[in-house]
Each structure stands twice: as structure tokens, then as C-alpha cells.
Nanobody, 122 residues
């Protein structure tokens, strides 16, 4: 089993930056693809970003492309989401996910974290 714990969320103003972290435990996720998803109130959970097991390939939702960057440190069993130029519409609970298949994924995953709240005020 893999446990994922997100951290780094908070309340910021529009234009600010935040870096989310997702620490995995239970086993190494170095062979897993990792991703970030988000869910705003009253909305369905949506894909934000994904990274392959080796970090050589990434994918982003159009709404965050150019502003967000996903990265990973397999030695630390951790994945990050750097969020720049935040907008009020980025307000959501952000979830980390792990997929045992090490390629880019935008929907299903085997493991999910509990989420961290990001609130962007205007």
C-alpha cells in the first residue's frame, strides 16, 4: 500500500505563488507516475498535472499550462507542484495521486492523498 500526504496549501492573494508537496510512504513510488488533481466546491475533480516515473515527461491542463510546474524527487519519494501567478479560479482542494503504470495519466489512479486546500483571494 502507498500512503500519500499533501502539504503546502494555504490562503494567498492573486498573483502569489505556492509550492505543494506530496510525500509518499509505504513503498517507493519511483516507478509510478504521479499526478495532481483538484476539486473546487460544487465541481468534479479535474486533472492538473502529471509526471512520468523518471520525470522525463510531464503534462498539464490547459488552464495551468505555463503557470504550474510538476516535479519529483525519487530519492525523497516526493512530488511537487509549483504554482505561480495564482488566480482565484485556482481555488480548490488539491489531491496527489499515484499510478502504478509509470506513464502520464489524467484520470484514474490507484492511490490518492487526502488533499490540501488552496484558496486564492482576489
Amino acid at each position: 500500500q502507498v500512503q500519500l500526504v499533501e502539504s503546502g496549501g494555504g490562503l494567498v492573494q492573486a498573483g502569489d505563488s505556492l509550492r505543494l508537496s506530496c510525500a509518499a510512504s509505504g513503498r517507493s513510488v519511483s516507478s509510478y507516475a504521479m499526478g495532481w488533481f483538484r476539486q473546487a466546491p460544487g465541481e468534479e475533480r479535474e486533472f492538473v498535472a502529471s509526471i512520468t516515473w523518471g520525470g522525463g515527461s510531464t503534462a498539464y491542463a490547459d488552464s495551468v499550462k505555463g503557470r504550474f510546474a510538476i516535479s519529483r524527487d525519487n530519492a525523497k519519494n516526493t512530488v511537487y507542484l509549483q504554482m505561480n501567478s495564482l488566480k482565484p479560479e485556482d481555488t480548490a482542494v488539491y489531491y496527489c495521486a499515484a499510478n502504478v503504470i509509470g506513464t502520464i495519466f489524467t484520470r484514474k489512479a490507484q492511490y490518492w492523498g487526502q488533499g490540501t486546500q488552496v484558496t486564492v483571494s482576489s
